[in-house]
């Protein structure tokens, strides 16, 4: 340790969603880091994958809101990433119903918390920050009357905080790595079963990406700085456009590339038609300078370059 640096307090930390994507990297981002995880896992599978990366394993779910409270209980600080994708696949009727499964979720975590200064960070995304079109959206706006049903978990996390919790949020972008990347995963899927890789008009519209690594390191940073009330926004690229997007899909897949109209879109992606016409920049320049938080990894294009695409 430098001369005149802080020693930091390790933390006993209960993370949902600790067996997915971005929570199978924030597990060893925080045990290589002097804390304890104590994961939620729901199958026996999930379980024996926590102890190989050693964590302590708490059984649970999203649906059984005892199984929050008791694992919160039992934390310093609860990292909440886990929201339930499997129940709408590619149905997004659900898509409503699931944020609010995340809604009565963070507030069983917060119930728990009550009166404590131990730490809640939640997952949003993005989106909820954009009070202009075509701006980037910043961590400092937030309309609690926002179309998406996501803005529910940002509701949900004021609610607790005004119950006495020490509740954080980290906005979401596309978060890759060379396997998955949000959102994009699925237009692989439609490009693959359409043989055409497409954007709409002239795919100048924009999305927001970070490697799951840096994603994950910045949770951590949210966790240990515990500022109550802050937003976060997890975003290394401001916005890749969807052009460049399909692009390196339709090279990896070797079909061509298409550019439909708002029309056409709807036919060719189904739900997802309701995203790719999108442009949703966002910055983190407030993230980085209160978190100093520097991310590294590749970016989206460069992991989509080096995706295994036969197996993909």
């Not at 978060?175 to 008009?201: F, M, N, P, W």
Request: proline content about 4%.
């Amino acid at each position: 340790m430098q001369m005149g640096q802080k020693e930091k307090t390790t933390m006993r930390v209960f993370l949902t969603g600790a067996t997915g994507f971005i929570g199978s990297a924030i597990v060893p981002e925080l045990i290589n880091e002097g804390h304890q995880v104590l994961g939620m896992a729901r199958s026996d599978e999930g379980a024996r994958a926590l102890t190989a990366a050693g964590a302590e394993v708490h059984r649970g779910n999203l649906d059984d809101p005892e199984t929050l409270r008791s694992g919160a209980a039992k934390a310093d600080g609860v990292i909440h990433c886990a929201f339930d994708h499997s129940a709408f696949g590619g149905d997004f009727s659900k898509f409503a119903e699931v944020c609010e499964k995340d809604k009565r979720a963070i507030e069983a975590l917060g119930d728990a918390l009550r009166g404590s200064d131990r730490p809640l960070v939640i997952t949003s995304g993005t989106g909820m920050g954009n009070a202009i079109p075509g701006q980037p959206a910043t961590e400092d706006y937030f309309d609690p009357n926002h179309p998406n049903p996501r803005k529910g978990s940002e509701v949900a996390g004021a609610s607790v905080a005004e119950r006495g919790v020490n509740v954080s949020v980290v906005r979401l972008p596309q978060v890759h790595d060379t396997v998955k990347q949000g959102l994009i995963t699925y237009a692989v899927q439609v490009a693959r079963e359409k043989r055409a890789s497409a954007y709409i008009g002239e795919g100048l519209n924009r999305w927001p990406a970070a490697h799951v690594l840096d994603v994950a390191h910045l949770y951590r940073l949210a966790l240990e700085k515990h500022e109550a009330g802050s937003r976060y926004n997890a975003v290394a690229e401001e916005g890749v456009s969807m052009r460049e997007i399909a692009e390196v899909i339709g090279r990896g897949l070797k079909v061509p590339v298409v550019s439909l109209s708002q029309e056409e879109a709807q036919a060719h992606f189904g739900w997802l038609a309701m995203f790719a016409g999108f442009d949703m920049p966002a910055s983190s320049a407030q993230t980085r300078q209160q978190l100093g938080w520097r991310p590294t990894g590749p970016g989206l294009i460069a992991d989509l370059e080096q995706m295994r695409w036969l197996a993909a």
